[in-house]
């Protein structure tokens, strides 16, 4: 991604993505999720304060009050990954996805809840390589 190129910026001009947090972590979604269902205590500590890039199965998209949604399939018998966008610039682009599309997103975990893995998203990413990323265990 274009943010490592701005070392002498803590806040990417582009995407607003804060450089300061570092290189992101990579995780598919199935294995995001199945973190969460073998020790959800001990998943949430792996990816507390860390900027993620999810990729992974469109299951649905739709609106809320304060956004948009987009559900990313978990792993079998584990939580789907449920993401929130702010609407505007991400409303156009995820009208070009649907269900069974593979989508890259980065972003922030905030917590597991029964409906699913809540990840606030910061940007779609294109389906390209993003760039250096530390791989989850």
Excluded: W
């Amino acid at each position: 991604i274009h943010h490592f190129l701005l070392k002498s910026k803590t806040q990417c001009p582009i995407c607003e993505y804060d450089t300061s947090k570092g290189i992101p972590v990579r995780a598919e979604a199935t294995a995001l999720s199945d973190s969460f269902r073998v020790n959800q205590e001990a998943a949430t500590e792996e990816y507390r304060g860390k900027v993620v890039i999810v990729s992974g199965e469109i299951k649905e998209t739709g609106k809320t009050l304060l956004g948009l949604l987009l559900v990313i399939n978990g792993a079998e018998n584990g939580l789907d990954i449920r993401c929130e966008l702010n609407a505007g610039a991400n409303e156009s682009r995820l009208r070009s996805y649907s269900t069974g599309d593979q989508i890259m997103m980065i972003g922030t975990v905030t917590r597991a809840a029964p409906e699913g893995i809540l990840f606030m998203v910061t940007q779609i990413l294109s389906e390209s390589s993003p760039g250096p990323t530390a791989e989850v265990a």
